[in-house]
């Protein structure tokens, strides 16, 4: 089966069976990872191109090493190093890349729908590496590829995400996955970071986390949005930490075999307690590795590879 699309710019936007294809697709990358040699020739002549607007440490390091795993020549484009100082648009930027002529640019930014531009503008395959408050495709379908791994499956899981539901594009790329795979899923934050409109996706809303975690197979907690914020929306941090920090009395609500989630980079204390996120429960890591392989695979299919 191949992709049939040029673009990643969301999980709303994939099927259940595109969705599985990925999966699938990034569950045979894997392998790859701990050779002695982690390269193949499979996008030898490919040009890959990483264009952040953002800061980042796991998207865009997995990114590049899973474009150079796969033999991609591979760029990193900074905004801070280049003409986006100079006054340069994200249009104008795409033209100039769009010159040079590579397979894929990747791009992280900080408005919402940036790539969707960017995918109209030009020929190049586009993926979607965080556009605002919008979507993070690829931390979703990471996300799933790791509950899969651990719990063989998605459908019928209840998978609790928790924290600053308002502001962060990993919860709503994966409340759109979950859904689609049968997951059932129960958000938990202050009602200043819950958006109004969020039972119409299908979850359950609750404020506090006790109530979230519940029977919960998964609980994602996700880092405070503090530069997506445009005024203070809880007292502090210590008085956020006492109501949805992550500690053992919460894990144990859940059940025994629940799986602890976090996107990164965690805010130790605040978010999530230090003994959880190292403990056995916590599968933190293994996100980021399997994030490289799910990156692969996108890089692989939207250039033409068939799984």
């Known amino acids: 089966m ?86 340069e648009t994200l249009i104008d ?12 640019i990747v791009i992280r930014h900080s408005a919402s729908g940036a790539p969707h531009l960017l995918a109209k503008t030009i020929r190049a395959s586009v993926i979607n590496a965080g556009d605002g408050t919008h979507e993070h495709p690829t931390q979703a379908l990471l996300d799933m590829m790791t509950m899969k791994a651990r719990k063989g499956r998605i459908a019928g899981l209840k998978v609790a995400i928790v924290g600053d539901i308002l502001h962060s594009r990993v919860a709503r790329s994966n409340i759109y996955g979950l859904r689609k795979m049968g997951a059932r899923v129960a958000v938990a934050g202050p009602a200043t970071m819950m958006p109004l409109t969020m039972a119409e996706m299908g979850v359950e809303v609750h404020h506090r986390i006790e109530e979230a975690v519940l029977d919960a ?55 999530i307690s230090p003994d959880i996120a190292d403990g056995p429960a916590s599968v933190i890591l293994e996100q980021v590795a399997n994030g490289v392989a799910v990156r692969m695979a996108l890089l692989y299919l939207l250039t033409g590879g068939k799984a």
């Open 217 to 271: 197979d998964v609980i994602m907690m996700l880092r405070i949005q503090t530069e997506r914020q445009h005024q203070n929306i809880f007292p502090t941090l210590r008085e956020y930490a006492r109501y949805f920090c992550l500690n053992r009395r919460h894990l144990d609500l859940a059940r025994e075999d629940c799986l602890v989630m976090h996107p990164g980079p965690i805010n130790r204390g605040v978010e």
């Open 93 to 104: 930027t795409a033209l100039t890349l769009e010159s040079m002529h590579p397979d894929v």
């Open 2 to 87: 191949k992709l049939e699309r040029k673009d990643i710019l969301g999980i709303r936007d994939l099927s259940v069976d595109e969705i599985n294809l990925i999966l699938d697709t990034s569950e045979s990358f894997l392998e790859i990872s701990t050779r002695e040699i982690k390269k193949v020739p499979t996008l030898r002549g490919k040009t890959v191109i990483n264009l952040f607007y953002e800061a980042s440490t796991r998207t865009r390091t997995s990114f590049e090493i899973a474009g150079k795993r796969l033999s991609a020549d591979t760029i990193n484009i900074s905004a801070s190093t280049s003409s986006v100082v100079k006054g």
